[in-house]
Every structure is written in C-alpha cells, then in structure tokens.
C-alpha cells in the first residue's frame, strides 16, 4: 500500500469547480464507481463532500492506466491531476462538480478494499442488523453523512447560544450514586470498596441542582445519560440531553430562553424562522383538546366534549359514562365517512382497544342519512345537538368514546393520530411546536399504592396550589412544562423546589420516611440549607430532536454507534464476556441461574 | 421564603457602574457580609461576577430595616435599589463596582443560610475532604467560580477552532467492548444479557478509527473517559479528553493543525501569543538532554554525557557504567555549591534513590578548589575534561550518574527537576511547549516477558523501520509523538497503522495469537478490508490542561464534583450500597470475601 507522504489534499472532492480549471489538485477519498470506456477509465472519487470525475487516459503512460484498471469500488486512493471544464454533452447536473473533471496525472492507492456488504449509496433497503455491524461502511453512505455532519452542527448551533446567553457549561459526574427512584440505574461495581456500586446518572438533575447552590446562575451541558429500561424503538440506553438550568427564574423566564434558544436552531438548521412567542397549553387543555400532553397541532381533528348532551340518553355506555365521573367525547374526521370503508372504520374500532376502549361507537354522515350503529338509541335532538357541536357535515365521520376520562383522552388521542397517519396529514415539513404547562405535580400510582411525583420529587408546585399538598394531591399543578414539536415531547422541565421545608412536605407527600429521604438525597437537602436560590431548568433529548429536525424516523440514523433494541451492539458485540480476574478484582461473581 | 415572582433581575452585581447612577436596578445573589453601623446596614451582594455594597438606610422603612437586620452570610436574597455614586471618601478601589452602591427599596429574601462550615472566600485554607463535602459551598468561592468559567470558555475555544477547521464532533459509546489491554476497565454488567459485561471507555481509540474508515475525516469529541487505576494525585478515575482523529494525514498534518490549535488556545485563554513552530525534540534527544520524554524546558541543566571521558578512569562505578553498556551523565547545578549545604546535597543524594541510583557522585566547584568524594578517584585530565564539558564554573555543583541509561535518564532527570524546584525555576507564569516525537514503537515488559506497544498497538512505525519489525523490535521507532507543556504531557497521539498486513505484524510482534486479536479487534481488522484511510489524531488531557493554564496545582480543581484518592465521592458517598434486588436484575451477586 501506498505512503501519503508528500501526497497533501489540496481539495475536497465536492468542491473542485470551474474556479479550478487549469490547476492541478490533489484530491483523496473513496473509488464511488469505475468505468472502463477502453482507453480512457473513469472513476467518480467521493469524500464526505461529494464526488467527482476522474479521467485516466491511457495518454498519460501504461503504467497509471494499469493502476488505474486495477481500481475497484471503495478503494481509499489519491490522486493529483489538473481540473479540466467537461465538454457541454458530458456535463453531469445531478452533481455539484458536474462542470468538471480532474485529468489524473499520479495515482495512489492506499488500500484495497473487498467488495462492501451493500452499496455506498444513499437510502439504500438493508436489514438494520447488517448496516450496524458494518457501522462503519453504512455511515460512509451520504445520507448517514448528512445526518451525522447535520448534528454536529446542532451541537455547535446549540452551545455557541448557550454561551452567548451566559450559560456555563459544567461537567457533572458520570460515576456517581445509585438512587433508585425513577428509571433502572446501570450499575459500575467498584473495585476499591467491595460490594459498592457507582450508578450511572439518569440525568444530572441533582448535580445541576447543586450548581445553582454553587452560585454558578446558568449551566448547560450536552451529556450521555443512561436509563437500563427495555428499549422501545425510539429509545437507547445511552442517550444525549441538552441539560439546561438557571437562577432566580420563574417559569416565564425558563421559557423565553428557550423559546429564543428554539428559534436559533430552527433558523440556524433549517432556515425556518419560528414566530414566537410560542403557543402554550396548559395540560388540562391539552387532554381536553387533544387526549394528550404531547399534541399534534399539525392538523385538527380536536376532541370535544359532548357529556353534558347524552348525560340522560337512553344509549347505556354514554349515559353511564357521563353519569359515573367519566366522559362522552368525539372527534369529527372530516371527510372519512367517504374516504374510509366500514372495514376501515372497523379497524379503527380495534385500533382503539389497544387503549382501553371498549369499543368505538361511530356515526358517518352520508349524503342519505346517518349510518350508525348507535343513532337507534338517541333521541333526535341528541343527535341534532351532537352534530351541530362537532359541526359535522356530509362525509364526515364522527369517533365516540365513553369512558373515565384517562381511557377516554387515551383512545381519541390515538385515534385521531392514527386518522392523520392514514391520511397522510403527518407533514414532516412542517414544525408545530409549543409548551404544555402546569402539570399534574403527582400522580397516583395503583402499582405502588401511592402518588408519584409526575416529573421528579423536586418540581415546585404552583404558589397557589401549595395549600392542597396534604389535603388534595390530586388538585396539586406544578410548574413543570415540556416542549412539544409535532406530537412530540423533545424536552421538559420545571421550576424546582428551593425551601427546605417545602421540599420535606414534597417528601412527605410522596410517601417517603424522613430516613428514606435522607438516605437518597441527603446531600440535597443539607446543601437547601445554605442560601438556595429560586431555580430551575429544562431537558431536551438531543437524538430525537436531532431526528425531528432531519425527519428521519429513527433515532439510531442520528447516532454513529447506537444499540440495538436488547441493548446490544453489534459492530463490537457488547455487551460481552470478561476475564474471571476482571470480575474478581471487582468482587462480584456472575449469578446467572442455570435452566 | 419569598418568590421570585414579579422580581427580574436587571444585571449581575458585578456589573453595576457609574453608568448606571440614579438608574433602579434588581439584583440578586448572595449576603457575603453585612455590616451594622446603626440606623444604616451595609450589605455586599455576591453573584458569579463580583460583589456590589447594597445599603440599607432607616429612612427607607422600619419594616424594610427589620428584614436587613436579620440578613446573615449566605443568605440568599434579591433587592431593588437605585444605583448612586459613593462619596469619594467611601471608594473602594479593591472591588470592580466600588464607586457606586445600591440604595435599596425593597428586599426579598429567597432562603436564609445555616452558617457555613468553611468562609466563601477566595484562597482558604480548609482541608481538601471537607471543601468536597460541602462542595456546591465551595464552588461559591470566587477563585473557583473562576477556575469553572476558565473551563468554560476552554471548551467553546477548542470546539469553535476545530468546527472552523472542518473537523465533526461525532460521540461515541459509552457503553462499549472490554479489552483488557492497557488500564483496567470500569465494567457495566448487563441485565439483558445475564453474564455480560459493557466497559466504559478508557478512550474512543477504536471508534475514532472508525469514523475514519467512513470517511468523516477529521473527527473530534471532548469525552469523558474511564480508567479503573489507583489514583495518582492529578488522576481522576472518570477525566475528560479532547479527542482528535484526522484522515490522509502524516505526522507534519497533525502536528501542524495541533500547533495552531495551541496558539488558539493560548491567545483567547491566556492573551499569550505563541510562536510556531513549536520546538520539537525526537525521543532520543529528549532523553540524552534531560532525562525523560517531557522535558521542561523552562530551565536548563541539560544532562551531559561523560562516558568516553571516563572510559578508562579508576571509578569503578565510572568505568563499570561506561564499560559495561550504560552510561556516566552529569548535570551541572549552577551556583549551586554555594546555595545548597552539604546537607542539602546529601539530601538530593538521597532523593536520587528513590529512582533506581545506587548513588549520587557530585563535585562542588568551590573558590578554593574542588570538594568532592569522588575526585580522588579520577585523574587530572579526566577532571579537566569533565569540567570543560560541563562548563563548570567556580560555585557550581555537577551532579553524576553511572548505571543503565534508562536509570541514569531517571536519576538525572528527576534530579533536575527537584533542583529546579528548590530554586525556585518553575515558573507558572512562562509556558513552554514541545513535542517529542519518534517514540520507540515498543517497550519490554519484564513483568509480561514479551514487548509490548508503548502507545498502543494501532500506532504506526517508521516507515524507514518497518523492516525491523520482526528482527530487531527495540529499534523501531513509531510515528507518535506527545506535546508538553513545562514538563507535563498533555497530549499525545500517532498515526496509526491503516494496512491490514502491517497490523497483523504488529500483533504478532506483541505476542498476540491471531486467535487473541480477533477476539479483541475483530471489528477493526473487519472495517480495515473495506479502504482504510491513512490516519492518526490526538488526545488532549483537557483536565490537566486546564489546571497548567490557570496555574493551578490539582486539576481537582478544575473540575466541578471530582472525586477523591480512594475515587469515591464525598458529596454523593459514592459508591454506594444497592438494593439486593438491583443486583439480582443484573445476574450478580457481590462476592466479598469475609475476613
């Protein structure tokens, strides 16, 4: 194999232009593809800018044409040659370069290479597994490229806000203490204090937390956190957070920074220029208008509350669901009557039960009539009442369920997203973004038989609901919020508690003992003591919002190395085994029940 | 505790000026001391940018006094005041803000403080265990607010300059293979794979070669990397590391863009303006001259080399040395005969032991002749020659070795250095910068019996010394090289091997079975079929770099929650105890043995 001593690039592939013409370059990169055309070879050489053609013409000695014919697809190789200005008839615009190509005049070739897995070559169809263990040639691809040089600018994009903003980026540990509240820690045996363990963070929240004790007023950090949970496909077990926190804010505060840190990215990305301020919901809205706290605004379809209306109907499921604490509700997919047939509308109905429904009852309103299965059991002026307020025309569909309102919220919300989805409403060029705030401070556990903090046991509750801590939980909004882009939670946070006092009702109304609180975040509250300032922050996961961004359906095409769904990765094959000494210097012995 | 609500902070405390005369300002912070004068209170607000005098006067209001009566250190707190100019006999020319002060019309108190184990205040003198138990207070003291925004800022300049140069920040896993080479690793059992170990990284070595076979070509990350070693005083079981990797390069490439990576930092950290190139010394140089392979070079007493002089002389410690294929070197400690006592040197006689000398032969250069134990051994034209050599003048003290060239380098070396110290040559404001390059490829390892990588088996050899691979290992030197600042390493890197052929004959020189390194490498030697580039980078210690810029002694304190010797953390008490049922998830039992 060749040296590339004296060989120095003087170009990238994708930016050799008419400006070069005459000039000789040195160009490196990959052999793309290789044409014979006798006498005279052709090789597109790609870097990660792009390609362009290489002209080897048996003019310039046997020798390097010899070399050159024994090039063969993904060959790293060099070459210098003078740019030259294609003849009209052979100009390629499907390429930046098309104008030109390089008259090569010294060949090397740096190693060979054997015939690739799959093409190099954008959005190609390869099983998953395949494209991972070969990590490294499936990111040679340029749409791997694009992703990848896409989120190192995020990065930049990112930080270079931050820090103009006068935020400190601060490192925080990632060998730290187990506390299992939350998600399941991974766990670091440690080698010095036998049966002692270092978790590895969740998040940095506590540690963030400390720093606005420590006086540091605004932190930020881009950082791996770790959740050992099953992975569901947009999850891994190693993901990356913009950490965000500040002092002496409110929760109007923590949002406008990040409204403006927002429309930076967007702008900055994407050329979009986001208007702000940005829309807010509070989360009680949300539920009502879209069964969720992460609402689709991209299209409408929004719920709406008809309990009032078949409070007294002689159809049992709604009148016992409104008469029992529940609710009737409906959403009006306009148009559908039509466009789906009653096998689709029955696989919308068993779409539903996936989320509690009992069943989905429907009306289609046709040209001649109501066609319905439930419309025998209500009066006319139910129905009348029932259409006027979903302001049903003919065509459309109309989606009813009656239930307690979580199951209720749950199966519109699904449905209506799976309407837009078969609709094809889902418009991946279009960013709808905006806050839910005021959040439920617990929620209640039947698992556990008690409330459970609904972010984290440090999210202040409203000024105005602290009264109802011990008396009605239930009541209790906190100042958390999320940010949703199309349906999607891409970060969330709160205003955090900074009295002790409080934080020991919070405590306590989480059920934990005083020594349970102690135990797991003593260093917490003994640091509250000192002058804690009103703080708080905010999260984003990084992959997803980078595969927002990019409107990839995946969080693995924006990460070089991802895991796969069982955690594993199969370009290296961790997890693995170790050596007995690795495992004997760390007291530990593997416990694997034999079947 | 009052809210924040309605209480937007106008500046930072540091930030009020004459400027701002007669203008209402909000500010926030921290009590840093409060003074009584009777009828008017003097409080100096603290926030990360400096401290302003708030005054509170009874005219004000008796409810207002009451609240600033009852203020205590640390408390944390927000006024709302208008700014005035201080009479001239008030100034406090100590203080950015010590023209003005800041009458105050109302105040709130966010949280009271306990009073503090240690004063918030710059330089103290508290042992280093409890400042990292209360650390979020000690992180409150200027100097190491400061040391943390130093940080800061570190981090944007080396990501802005390598994003301005093309490189792509890319992460990499955290969650990766363990290979038992090198350190030992930080291992993660895996619950989905009972048995199964992760390994947290001791460095992206691999991935980074990764991304240059995808062709990304030039890569850079600053991660946090692990290495499971009993701590040394500047090591930190997890530190962080500015990764880089560069693809079509030769050690000139990376040594060039290192260069004005350097001068980036230095001009925007420091205003310091270096010049380039920078010096570099091979490996051989730096060992003849100073006795080690991180020269500081901040002061001279070079190391020079007597054994043809002393042949043939009577010592037999001389002769044997020289006869028997070491070395008799000398370092000549100007003045030193008149600064240091008998005792002093009898001291650095001693001192000299500690690495590997049997002794420590010296000869004072005095006015009345010299004093030496080992004169009377050498003849008149011995002594000449060694003192024109060493151009000895009346006051100085020579210092000898004669053993093994790797002892003598480590005596000397280490020698020059304490005599450095006890002058007081060390000097934190210069900094001198170097590289060493041509490293011997391999070192012997009398513990393994076998030679082994002296950086680590990817690393290149000289191409001029390939040929010695397989029969004269010792004499291969390797295209790696280090930078070092004022005698401290604080980076290091090489180009790595990118023919498949070539690492395989470096496995095999290692003693690795082909059965080893494909268990171990397998993926690499995989990915190194499919057209490697020429590659290599570097890796920066970004914690000790930061601790030799800002002057500091431990990079502890460079880092926001470090932990300690034992690596265990005193805020958290991490590692911890875990739940038995944590344990049983992940397939491990701990497996301590009861004593």
Known sequence: MESIKGFKRTKYCGEVSLEDVGKEVILTGWVDTRRDLGGIIFVDLRDRTGIVQVVFDEKM???LMEKADSLRSEYCIGIRGIVEKRPPDTVNPKIKT????VRAKELRIFSKSETPPFPIEEGINVNEAVRLKYRYLDLRRPDMQRNLMFRHKLYQVVRNFLSQNGFIEIETPMLT?????GARDYLVPS???PGKFFALPQSPQLFKQLLMVAGFDKYFQIVKCFRDEDLRADRQPEFTQIDIEMSFVDVDDVIEINERLLQTIFREMLGIDLKLPLPRLTYKEAMERFG????DTRFGMELVNLTDIVKHCEFKVFADAANKGGSVRAINAKGCAVKFSRREIDALVEYAKNFGAKGLAWIAVESDGLKSPIVKFLKEEEINEILKRLDAQVGDLLLFSADKDEVVFDVLGNVRLEIARRLNLLDKSKFNLLWVTEFPLFEYSEEEGRY???HHPFTSPMDEDIEFLETDPARVRSKAYDIVLNGTEIGGGSIRI???EL?????KALGFTEERAQDRFGFLLEAFKYGTPPHGGIAYGFDRLCMLLLGLDSIRDTIAFPKVKDSSCPLTDAPSEVEPKQLRELHIKVDVVKV
Do not use: L, N, Y
Request: glycine share 6%.
């Open 498 to 500: 900074h009295s002790t």
């Open 61 to 63: 000695g046997e020798e």
């Open 452 to 454: 459970v903090a609904k």
């Open 177 to 181: 203490k187990s506390t299992p509240e």
């Open 191 to 193: 080698r010095i204090f």
């Open 98 to 101: 098309g104008e030109v190509e």
């Open 503 to 507: 934080q020991k009702r919070m405590f």
């Open 292 to 295: 969720t706290d992460k609402p």
